[in-house]
């Protein structure tokens, strides 16, 4: 079946390390997405990427990494210069140019502690 | 920079009466609205709307845009406690081939 699968679905991480969250898709989707939510809010934007070996800066990328190596992943690393981590962290992926929705995984809840 | 705002941000209801949920936007490269349920985890996708004044309807669910005005309104009917969930609006913006962006969510509760 298609879908987009993240893992870990649960995270716990002592303060100071830094943590990579895996996102893969098997739509064959070229824009991928990482999102972050805190309890009883929206989502907000980290960083996202419409293609292969290329990414951009959403809305709270500080103290995120990413790559995009291959198009069907798009790992996310939390680094120790993020001062509040804990959160829950959703990947979705959409295609590119065309106007459907996205499409979400079951997200990762990181517990820092 | 862009922008999009829920409101109510809660909403409290008893089960039977009617909603409506706001979303208001302020964006370049507007392309689509699109809104989401999200009940525990992944958010699951409701409608995408893209001309302004047609009506997209879906059981007791229905939503509508307004492309002058910059805002979409998503009505639920006869409400039921499996209604309960956070509803998130969101735009596709054209941005170099799209980009994403939600509002803070509407977080419904129907009471018995």
């Known amino acids: 079946d298609g879908g987009i699968t993240q893992s870990p679905k649960y995270l716990f991480r002592k303060e100071g390390q830094n943590v990579t969250l895996s996102c893969e898709q098997n739509?064959?989707?070229?824009?991928m997405y990482w999102y972050r939510q805190d309890p009883g809010q929206g989502l907000r934007l980290i960083y996202y990427s419409q293609i292969v070996n290329d990414f951009q800066k959403g809305d709270i990328a500080e103290g995120y990494s990413v790559s995009r190596e291959k198009k069907e992943s798009f790992p996310l690393t939390v680094t120790s210069a993020q001062k509040n981590p804990t959160a829950f962290y959703l990947c979705?992926?959409?295609?590119?140019?065309?106007?459907?929705?996205?499409?979400f995984g079951q997200g990762t809840r990181l517990t820092v502690v | 920079e862009d922008k999009v705002v829920q409101s109510p941000l809660s909403l409290v209801v008893h089960e039977g009466d009617t909603v409506t949920l706001n979303c208001s936007y302020e964006v370049t490269n507007f392309r689509s609205l699109l809104w989401y349920k999200q009940e525990k985890k992944a958010p699951t996708f409701l409608f995408m709307l893209t001309s302004s004044g047609i009506e997209k309807k879906s059981g007791r669910l229905s939503s509508i845009l307004d492309k002058k005005e910059l805002f979409s309104i998503l009505n639920i009917t006869a409400t039921q406690t499996g209604d309960s969930a956070i509803y998130l609006c969101a735009v596709l913006i054209y941005n170099q081939g799209g980009k994403l962006i939600f509002g803070q969510g509407t977080e419904l509760s129907v009471k018995p």
């Open positions: 739509l064959n989707h070229d824009a």
């Open positions: 979705a992926s959409s295609r590119t140019n065309m106007n459907t929705e996205a499409f």
